[in-house]
């Protein structure tokens, strides 16, 4: 069983920051890929940041180089630093990881940016 834990949402004004926190338990190994994924109300859910297989990262284009993925491996612990936060960025933030029989979501954390 695996199960995702995210923290650190909140309320920022634009251009403010904010660092999600999404914490895996279970049978983890550092090759599956974990990532955020965001839900905006009447929108589909989105890819904000991914860890691939090949370690690489990949960002939606909207975040480029706002927002900064990243893994601690030895806590399975993935981070996503959100910086000059713009009003639509606000969302429910939902951390997944890829298992080989399955993808797991976390239960999600609220982000809301303020003008």
């Known amino acids: 069983q695996v199960q995702l834990v995210e923290s650190g949402g909140g309320l920022v004004q634009a251009g403010g920051s904010l660092r999600l926190s999404c914490a895996a338990s279970g049978s983890i190994f550092s090759v599956n890929p974990m990532g955020w994924y965001r839900q905006a109300p009447g929108k589909r859910r989105e890819l904000v940041a991914a860890?691939?297989?090949?370690?690489?990262?990949n960002y939606a284009a909207c975040v480029k180089g706002r927002f900064t993925n990243s893994r601690d491996s030895t806590t399975n612990t993935v981070y996503l630093q959100m910086n000059s936060l713009k009003t639509e960025d606000k969302a429910v933030y939902y951390c997944?990881?890829?298992?080989?029989?399955?993808?797991?979501w976390g239960q999600g954390t609220q982000v809301t940016v303020s003008s």
């Open positions: 860890f691939t297989r090949g370690g690489g990262i």
């Open positions: 997944n990881i890829g298992m080989s029989w399955r993808t797991y």
